[in-house]
């Protein structure tokens, strides 16, 4: 049989969106940064000019899951970056917000099957989000890489599930397919 995995060589140009919500931008910038240094260093171009990521800006969290989801559904994406901290306040208001961001973002992943990495921030103080989004380590970097290796591991996945339906000549079945790839042929 076979084992699939993600490679961070990609020689084909992967497409990524990136999904920022601004509250408490004080730590949702640099996880950007850890994010975009991260993309640079394995051969994507992070420039907003360029053609392999776009950026989206929302409030908040909250509002993460929705653009996450609209942007999997135009399959334009290898895969999508949402980034986000949720901060434990004196209200239970940290609770409703985190629990809906991340079932939102785990179903629009789902309902899609385009990878949407969970890169939200969940602490309990602005002090451990800082130490998350640099001062200790930078997880900005780590949600790109696993973009970058979801985002391989699911180009390697297409093509070896459609490859029986083109030995027979068949076509594939609509969930295989992906319509950015076949734009191009
Ligand atoms: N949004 C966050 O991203 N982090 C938080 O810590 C937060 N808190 O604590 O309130 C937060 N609230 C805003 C929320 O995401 C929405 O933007 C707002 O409720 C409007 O829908």
């Given at each position: 049989?076979?084992?699939?995995?993600?490679?961070?060589?990609?020689?084909?140009?992967?497409?990524?969106?990136?999904?920022?919500?601004?509250?408490?931008?004080?730590?949702?910038?640099?996880?950007?940064?850890?994010?975009?240094?991260?993309?640079?260093?394995?051969?994507?171009?992070?420039?907003?000019?360029?053609?392999?990521?776009?950026?989206?800006?929302?409030?908040?969290?909250?509002?993460?899951?929705?653009?996450?989801?609209?942007?999997?559904?135009?399959?334009?994406?290898?895969?999508?970056?949402?980034?986000?901290?949720?901060?434990?306040?004196?209200?239970?208001?940290?609770?409703?917000?985190?629990?809906?961001?991340?079932?939102?973002?785990?179903?629009?992943?789902?309902?899609?099957?385009?990878?949407?990495?969970?890169?939200?921030?969940?602490?309990?103080?602005?002090?451990?989000?800082?130490e998350r989004?640099g001062i200790k380590s930078?997880?900005?970097?780590?949600?790109?890489?696993?973009?970058?290796?979801?985002?391989?591991?699911?180009?390697?996945?297409?093509?070896?599930?459609?490859?029986?339906?083109?030995?027979?000549?068949?076509?594939?079945?609509?969930?295989?397919?992906?319509?950015?790839?076949?734009?191009?042929?």
């Open positions: 049989m076979a084992v699939f995995e993600g490679t961070f060589t990609q020689t084909e140009p992967l497409k990524f969106a990136l999904v920022i919500g601004r509250f408490n931008d004080l730590v949702t910038v640099k996880l950007l940064e850890g994010c975009q240094d991260c993309l640079k260093r394995h051969g994507i171009n992070p420039d907003p000019q360029g053609n392999q990521v776009d950026y989206i800006w929302v409030p908040g969290s909250f509002e993460v899951p929705t653009v996450a989801r609209q942007l999997a559904l135009s399959h334009r994406y290898d895969a999508i970056i949402c980034l986000g901290a949720v901060i434990k306040g004196q209200t239970p208001h940290f609770d409703y917000v985190s629990a809906e961001v991340a079932k939102g973002i785990a179903a629009a992943s789902f309902q899609t099957g385009v990878p949407v990495i969970f890169g939200i921030l969940t602490t309990d103080t602005m002090q451990q989000a800082l989004a930078n997880h900005g970097w780590d949600y790109a890489m696993n973009a970058i290796e979801m985002a391989s591991l699911m180009r390697q996945l297409r093509s070896n599930l459609a490859e029986p339906y083109a030995r027979h000549g068949q076509s594939l079945p609509a969930s295989l397919q992906n319509p950015m790839e076949s734009e191009v042929v």
